[in-house]
């Protein structure tokens, strides 16, 4: 829509005001309200903040002070002052704080100023604004949005590096891995791209609560409580019109693989152009990815958040069950994921009783469902480490994430079950999000859940109605056996890993390991086994111990693992007499190779600049099909900057030149991605300072 709308409709009666146009002054009210980067071309404010337009009289025309004219401000299909989707509200003196309200000022004879500020608790979303004279004349349309700045908006926060962070950063970092390797993914999010704002707000407009109700929907808007669950459920496709298709099969040939995503607004915009059709591949990272950016372009603040070691309880019970037949194949439902990624939003819970303000959790990935449909959240983090299972939304469900309980149980030939192993302390480690301001990583675990063993930590255990709880001072057996590596673990490479037993007894011990490698997803689903050794008799002395070596072997492993590069590692032991089992287990990240980014000294805005990066091939077979392309909030024009490279052979060196222009000043991260048949998945980020 453009900044100034003509105003041809005239009336037979003579009008309080007589219009021949309005100027929004886009430019100057996003500014304020800190939306410029969505573009000058159309007003777009946020709740609670007074924003200015000027309307340019027709000759002859005059307005006086005192004259009383009433606007009116409607949203959505069927504006309803009931719904606050449709407010009346006349001139003042002053501007108020918590109303819709209005005030005027002549800068010249033939112009009137025009303030305007909403209420801080109004729906968002697109609004039409009329001036009431007998008949309605359109001032124009803006778009209203969550206000992090205004301390009356539910969303307020008050540090300003926190709003630049969590609303104003377009780009951030994603964490993957294991506890021991954390990896680093960098993500565009985007969320000021072009037509990006437009996107957001149909995807609220596709949800099933709009289409059932769509006047409800669009009043209901006014709650950021209300809009995150509804993102919660959009952002996967499982019941409805929503953006993303889950897939972890590994058989990504008739979609995207969810590695080859690097930014969130491709998949939006992919979305909307297909008839908002589920978008074909999404894992958990890019639910939440995608859910951050709609959130942030909403004005809601919000933060990725990775747990490590996280839980799946199928049946609710806070316990993770693990079911193995002599074999180590898992027979259970329950599982736990190596990482998972959800989002937080801040908020205040109106809803809920005080002190469960704050950040709120929520899960765009579809795991389990409530209320009939799959969402999760949002749920106040303070809730879940205070164990208050009774509050909303899916405080069970995500308890369990971070805290569950594992037992794990061997079922014999005859059907009986015998433990092998348990833990209080596996699940929910390195709660991890990027920190403010700068490429660090946060740990908030302490967020989530008191320290493993406290006295708090019993406490709260006992609060969420732990009733399996284990026994915490078991006898530890007398036999041990660890997995230990070697520190060079560089894909393509042959490396060996060990199992070490340990027997701590007084009694000589004969047993028999067996010791293998299988390829595994991110989420835990096993893969193809590529190493096996097995001893049949192992006799350790008392306090002695013995070790087996496995040789991984990039001929076997390389043909097995996804994507992820992830193997499991597992030791099971069996006494021979006792019939005893003792098992261990470990996943390792294989290492992959960096990529070495060049970039200009200096950089402006709208001067070209070449990138220079640079990749060696760790493989001891040739890539073919290589790719680097660059990514970047305001640098690419929202679409991958691509550099075909051909062929690279075994252990070479490939270099490619990228050209881009930024679009806007300040810190952007530029991100490249490499791509080829047998090694994706390799990433490389850098900050640059762009000047004026």
Same mark, same amino acid.
């Given at each position: 829509?453009?900044?100034e709308v003509?105003?041809?409709?005239?009336?037979s009666d003579?009008p309080?005001l007589?219009i021949?146009h309005v100027?929004?002054? +886009?430019a100057? &009210?996003?500014?304020e /309200?800190h939306?410029?980067?969505?573009?000058?071309?159309?007003?777009?404010?946020? !709740?609670?903040?007074?924003?200015?337009?000027t309307? /340019?009289?027709?000759?002859?025309?005059h307005f006086?002070?005192?004259t009383?004219?009433?606007?009116?401000?409607?949203?959505g299909?069927?504006?309803?002052e009931d719904?606050?989707?449709?407010?009346?509200f006349?001139?003042?003196?002053f501007i108020?704080?918590?109303?819709w309200?209005a005030?005027?000022?002549?800068p010249?004879?033939?112009?009137?100023s025009?303030t305007?500020c909403? =209420?801080?608790?109004?729906?968002i979303?697109?609004?039409?604004?009329?001036l009431?004279?007998g008949s309605?004349?359109s001032l124009?349309?803006?778009?209203?949005?969550? &206000?992090p700045?205004c301390?009356r908006d539910s *969303?307020y926060?008050a540090?300003?590096?926190e !709003?630049?962070e969590?609303v104003?950063s377009?780009?951030?970092?994603?964490y993957r891995?294991k506890?021991? /390797?954390?990896?680093v993914?960098?993500w565009?999010?985007g969320q000021?791209?072009p037509?990006?704002l437009d996107?957001?707000?149909?995807v609220?407009?596709?949800?099933?609560q709009?289409?059932?109700n769509p006047a409800?929907d669009?009043?209901?808007r006014?709650?950021?409580?209300? *809009?995150?669950?509804v993102l919660?459920?959009m952002?996967n496709s499982q019941?409805?019109?929503?953006?993303l298709v889950?897939?972890w099969?590994?058989?990504y040939e008739?979609g995207?693989?969810p590695?080859?995503?690097? #930014?969130?607004?491709?998949?939006?915009?992919?979305?909307?152009?297909?008839?908002?059709?589920?978008?074909?591949?999404?894992? +958990?990272? *890019?639910f939440?990815?995608?859910?951050?950016?709609v959130?942030r372009?909403l004005?809601?603040p919000c933060?990725?958040v990775?747990?490590?070691?996280?839980a $799946?309880?199928?049946?609710? #019970?806070?316990l993770?069950e693990?079911?193995?037949d002599e074999?180590?194949?898992?027979?259970?439902?329950?599982s736990?994921?190596n990482f998972?990624v959800w989002?937080?939003?801040?908020?205040?819970?109106p809803?809920?009783?005080l002190?469960?303000?704050?950040w709120?959790?929520?899960d765009?990935?579809?795991q389990?469902?409530?209320d009939?449909i799959?969402?999760?959240?949002?749920?106040?983090?303070?809730?879940?480490?205070?164990?208050?299972?009774?509050?909303?939304?899916?405080a069970?469900f995500v308890?369990?994430?971070v805290?569950?309980?594992?037992v794990?149980y061997i079922?014999l030939r #005859?059907?009986?079950?015998v433990?092998?192993?348990?833990?209080?302390?596996?699940?929910?480690?390195?709660?991890?999000?990027?920190?403010?301001? &700068?490429?660090?990583?946060?740990?908030?675990? $302490?967020?989530?859940? %008191?320290?493993?063993g406290?006295?708090?930590?019993?406490l709260v255990f006992?609060?969420a &109605?732990?009733?399996?709880?284990? @026994?915490?001072?078991?006898?530890?057996?007398?036999? $041990?056996?660890k @997995?230990?590596?070697?520190?060079?673990?560089?894909?393509?490479?042959d490396?060996?890993?060990?199992? !070490?037993?340990?027997n701590n007894?007084?009694?000589p011990k004969?047993?028999?390991?067996?010791f293998?490698?299988?390829a595994?997803s991110?989420?835990?689903?096993?893969?193809?086994?590529c190493g096996?050794t097995e001893l049949?008799e192992m006799n350790?002395k008392p306090?002695e111990?013995?070790?087996?070596t496995?040789?991984?072997k990039y001929s076997?492993y390389?043909k097995a693992?996804?994507?992820?590069r992830?193997?499991?590692?597992v030791a099971?032991?069996?006494?021979?007499?006792?019939k005893e089992? %003792?098992?261990?287990?470990k996943?390792?990240?294989l290492?992959?190779p960096?990529?070495?980014?060049t970039?200009p000294?200096?950089?402006k805005?709208?001067?070209p600049?070449?990138v220079?990066?640079?990749?060696?091939?760790p493989l001891?077979?040739?890539l073919?099909?290589c790719?680097?392309?660059l990514?970047?909030?305001?640098?690419?024009d929202?679409?991958p900057i691509i550099?075909?490279?051909?062929?690279?052979?075994p252990?070479?060196i490939?270099?490619?030149?990228?050209?881009?222009t930024?679009?806007a000043s300040?810190i952007r991260?530029?991100?490249?991605?490499? $791509?080829s048949?047998k090694l994706? =998945?390799?990433?490389g %980020?850098?900050?640059l300072?762009?000047?004026e």
């Amino acid at each position: 829509m453009k900044p100034e709308v003509m105003l041809s409709q005239r009336f037979s009666d003579l009008p309080v005001l007589d219009i021949d146009h309005v100027d929004l002054a +886009c430019a100057v &009210n996003n500014a304020e /309200h800190h939306t410029e980067l969505n573009g000058v071309t159309r007003l777009i404010v946020r !709740r609670g903040q007074p924003f200015t337009i000027t309307l /340019h009289l027709r000759p002859a025309a005059h307005f006086h002070k005192g004259t009383n004219i009433t606007l009116i401000a409607t949203t959505g299909p069927e504006p309803s002052e009931d719904a606050d989707t449709a407010v009346k509200f006349g001139l003042g003196k002053f501007i108020s704080k918590t109303r819709w309200s209005a005030t005027a000022a002549l800068p010249s004879e033939s112009t009137v100023s025009l303030t305007v500020c909403s =209420n801080p608790t109004a729906p968002i979303g697109l609004y039409q604004l009329t001036l009431d004279q007998g008949s309605g004349v359109s001032l124009g349309q803006f778009v209203l949005l969550f &206000n992090p700045w205004c301390t009356r908006d539910s *969303v307020y926060l008050a540090n300003e590096a926190e !709003r630049q962070e969590y609303v104003l950063s377009q780009d951030g970092l994603i964490y993957r891995g294991k506890p021991k /390797h954390i990896t680093v993914l960098p993500w565009t999010f985007g969320q000021f791209e072009p037509d990006m704002l437009d996107i957001c707000l149909t995807v609220l407009s596709k949800s099933l609560q709009h289409l059932q109700n769509p006047a409800l929907d669009c009043s209901d808007r006014r709650s950021p409580v209300y *809009v995150t669950r509804v993102l919660s459920a959009m952002i996967n496709s499982q019941d409805d019109k929503g953006v993303l298709v889950g897939n972890w099969s590994g058989k990504y040939e008739d979609g995207v693989r969810p590695t080859a995503w690097k #930014d969130s607004c491709s998949i939006l915009r992919q979305w909307y152009h297909q008839d908002c059709i589920g978008v074909e591949y999404g894992q +958990c990272w *890019v639910f939440a990815a995608v859910a951050c950016t709609v959130s942030r372009a909403l004005g809601i603040p919000c933060r990725v958040v990775t747990n490590y070691e996280s839980a $799946h309880d199928t049946n609710s #019970d806070l316990l993770v069950e693990r079911y193995y037949d002599e074999f180590a194949e898992n027979l259970g439902d329950d599982s736990i994921w190596n990482f998972h990624v959800w989002v937080e939003s801040w908020m205040t819970r109106p809803d809920l009783k005080l002190g469960y303000e704050g950040w709120q959790a929520s899960d765009s990935t579809p795991q389990e469902t409530s209320d009939g449909i799959y969402c999760c959240g949002p749920v106040p983090v303070r809730a879940i480490k205070e164990g208050d299972l009774t509050v909303k939304y899916d405080a069970p469900f995500v308890y369990a994430e971070v805290n569950a309980d594992i037992v794990e149980y061997i079922t014999l030939r #005859d059907g009986r079950h015998v433990k092998i192993d348990s833990s209080t302390t596996e699940v929910g480690q390195c709660i991890s999000t990027k920190a403010v301001g &700068n490429d660090e990583r946060e740990d908030i675990t $302490h967020l989530y859940k %008191y320290p493993e063993g406290s006295e708090e930590e019993r406490l709260v255990f006992e609060k969420a &109605n732990h009733q399996n709880r284990l @026994i915490q001072n078991e006898e530890e057996p007398g036999v $041990h056996v660890k @997995i230990k590596l070697t520190p060079d673990m560089m894909v393509g490479t042959d490396f060996d890993v060990y199992a !070490r037993v340990k027997n701590n007894t007084d009694a000589p011990k004969n047993c028999r390991l067996m010791f293998y490698a299988q390829a595994v997803s991110y989420n835990g689903k096993l893969g193809e086994t590529c190493g096996l050794t097995e001893l049949t008799e192992m006799n350790v002395k008392p306090t002695e111990g013995d070790k087996a070596t496995l040789r991984l072997k990039y001929s076997e492993y390389g043909k097995a693992i996804t994507q992820d590069r992830m193997i499991k590692l597992v030791a099971l032991l069996v006494d021979v007499e006792t019939k005893e089992f %003792y098992k261990a287990s470990k996943t390792i990240i294989l290492d992959s190779p960096s990529i070495t980014i060049t970039v200009p000294e200096e950089a402006k805005v709208g001067q070209p600049l070449v990138v220079i990066v640079l990749l060696v091939n760790p493989l001891p077979e040739a890539l073919e099909n290589c790719v680097f392309s660059l990514h970047g909030a305001s640098l690419t024009d929202g679409a991958p900057i691509i550099k075909e490279v051909g062929a690279v052979g075994p252990e070479e060196i490939t270099t490619a030149e990228l050209e881009l222009t930024p679009k806007a000043s300040g810190i952007r991260k530029l991100v490249i991605d490499f $791509h080829s048949d047998k090694l994706s =998945n390799i990433q490389g %980020y850098k900050s640059l300072v762009i000047g004026e």
